[in-house]
């Protein structure tokens, strides 16, 4: 039912409202992980129109911050012209972000970085790109352990190197590949968001794999796989992965 019908915002506010909206955002978010397609564009358009006209009324950076993820996401999901409309739309929430918190406070670096992460896609060059996502790993190295959810700033951390080894070659590659397993492994540790962190450690394990074969690999590959297909049986990216890891 929660696949056809908008999510339900109540009339909260202050501080209990925003807790609530970026739980409810949250929750969705790992709920459209498991779908694919039309029904997952569907599902988002729905909760951008009930909850836009509460996210313009905000007064901590918590419920943008998690709809900012959300864009990244559709974004994802698009291409061309309406993949950069979505970036538009978490350019001005980020404006928004970054007048309502603390100069150096961790949401604000987190959010910074994420930013960067999304925004180094438009870099023309790839020196500009890598600079960028350097910038961004440079900001997370900044949040202390006790600040936020640890998982969080790990699965962005994985995301972070996964991108910068795309971009590079040779051990430098292979390195930001290696790291980027790791920490998505861990980050998958947490079922908030478990399955992007497994379709981030396996990207980052099935690239290693195909450039320096290791037998030893073989066994997580093909767990970690079986896990991503549980969690999203209908998505292609968790098949492919799947088919890669038990290859």
Request: net charge neutral.
């Amino acid at each position: 039912a929660s696949a056809l019908a908008p999510p339900p915002v109540p009339h909260m506010h202050g501080d209990i409202g925003d807790a609530w909206l970026t739980r409810l955002i949250d929750g969705e978010r790992a709920h459209l992980q498991r779908l694919s397609g039309a029904a997952r564009i569907t599902r988002l358009q729905q909760i951008q129109a009930s909850i836009q006209s509460h996210l313009a009324k905000v007064g901590s950076i918590a419920p943008l911050l998690s709809w900012i993820s959300v864009l990244g996401d559709w974004s994802g999901n698009l291409q061309g012209a309406a993949a950069i409309a979505k970036l538009d739309e978490a350019d001005a929430l980020f404006e928004r972000i970054r007048q309502l918190a603390p100069r150096d406070s961790a949401g604000l670096h987190f959010a910074h970085a994420y930013y960067l992460r999304l925004r180094s896609e438009r870099e023309r060059s790839r020196t500009a790109q890598d600079a960028a996502l350097l910038q961004a790993e440079q900001l997370l190295a900044r949040i202390g352990t006790d600040e936020l959810p640890l998982a969080l700033v790990q699965l962005e951390s994985a995301e972070i190197h996964l991108a910068r080894a795309r971009l590079g070659d040779g051990a430098a590659s292979h390195s930001h590949y290696t790291q980027a397993a790791e920490l998505g492994i861990a980050a998958a540790r947490s079922p908030e968001n478990e399955a992007r962190a497994l379709t981030c450690a396996l990207t980052a394990l099935v690239a290693l794999q195909a450039t320096h074969a290791d037998p030893a690999r073989i066994a997580a590959l093909r767990t970690l796989s079986r896990r991503l297909l549980e969690l999203t049986p209908s998505s292609a990216v968790g098949v492919r992965l799947s088919g890669q890891g038990n290859l």
